[in-house]
């Protein structure tokens, strides 16, 4: 079992940046593929942006490519999202999630644990 305490989120003006962090209480979080996913009013939960065990290889939805930085430190068992330039429609509850893969995953069907999520909220 896998608990995952999603943290950062707030309400920050267009532009502007915020780091969210997910902190994984098991141990060998190092074995696990992590992803985070938002779900804004009135739509379906859609994947943001995965990461393996490893940190290589990272993966983005397009409408965060390039203003989005996932990233993960082992050591800490926690997992981060940079996000840079907000914009309005970036507004959503956002979580993490894992699954017991080394490769990185970005199906949310696929993952097996999930946080309770972080509201973010960007102003125009």
């Known amino acids: 079992q896998v608990q995952l305490v999603e943290s950062g989120g707030g309400l920050v003006q267009a532009g502007g940046s915020l780091r969210l962090s997910c902190a994984a209480s098991?141990?060998?979080?190092?074995?696990?593929?992590m992803g985070w996913f938002r779900q804004a009013p009135g739509k379906e939960r859609e994947f943001v942006a995965a990461i393996p065990w490893s940190g290589g290889s990272t993966y983005y939805a397009d409408s965060v490519k390039g203003r989005f930085t996932i990233s993960r430190d082992n050591a800490k068992n926690t997992v981060y999202l940079q996000m840079n330039t907000l914009k309005p429609e970036d507004t959503a509850v956002y979580y993490c999630?894992?699954?017991?893969?080394?490769?990185?995953?970005?199906?949310?069907?696929?993952?097996?644990?999930w946080g309770q999520g972080t509201q973010v909220t960007v102003s125009s």
């Open positions: 999630a894992a699954v017991l893969r080394l490769g990185g995953v970005t199906t949310q069907r696929e993952y097996d644990y």
């Open positions: 098991r141990r060998t979080f190092n074995s696990y593929a």
